[in-house]
């Protein structure tokens, strides 16, 4: 098996649930994931909207989750420090935590849940920006899995 990430909230490809846009209550989705690279010292996870109309819209940052971590629950607290160990960063809305799609009315927007497996832990701050994250994973990715769901208002 390769590695993998899906959720029980949507199928890849298909609608979100309204429960989890900013139309609804607002709450981030179950993931789960499996067989993740040998050697995995960490987990991050970015979530974003590549068809906002001004660019690509982050939603959720997280990073530093336990090597053990395989799983996500629905509703994840909107806190910087995670019980686990694990931090969220701060999405586009600004705010730390997950933001769900808020979308103009119009056709269908793609987002992106990218789960990276890392041979280290980033070592940032709660609230780090996607970006921060993104550099500090550089030549530090063993793999990499992906769900997308879709939304519109």
């Known amino acids: 098996m390769a590695f993998s990430i899906s959720s029980p909230s949507f199928q890849n490809g298909k609608d979100i649930p309204k429960k989890f846009t900013c139309d609804g209550d607002d709450v981030s989705p179950a993931l789960s994931w499996m067989d993740p690279p040998q050697g995995s010292k960490s987990f991050a996870l970015i979530a974003d909207d590549p068809d906002a109309p001004r660019g690509t819209w982050t939603h959720w940052v997280l990073f530093d989750l336990p090597s053990t971590t395989s ?83």
């Open 71 to 153: 799983n996500l629950p629905e509703a994840m607290p909107k806190v910087g420090e995670l019980p686990d160990g694990g931090f969220q960063g701060v999405n586009d809305f600004p705010k730390i935590g997950y933001g769900g799609p808020c979308p103009p009315p119009g056709k269908p927007h793609r987002y992106f849940f990218n789960l990276y497996a890392l041979d280290n832990k980033l070592n940032l701050k709660a609230g780090a920006s996607k970006r921060e994250v993104e550099q500090a994973m550089q030549n530090h990715i063993l793999g990499k899995a992906e769900i997308m769901g879709k939304y519109s208002r």
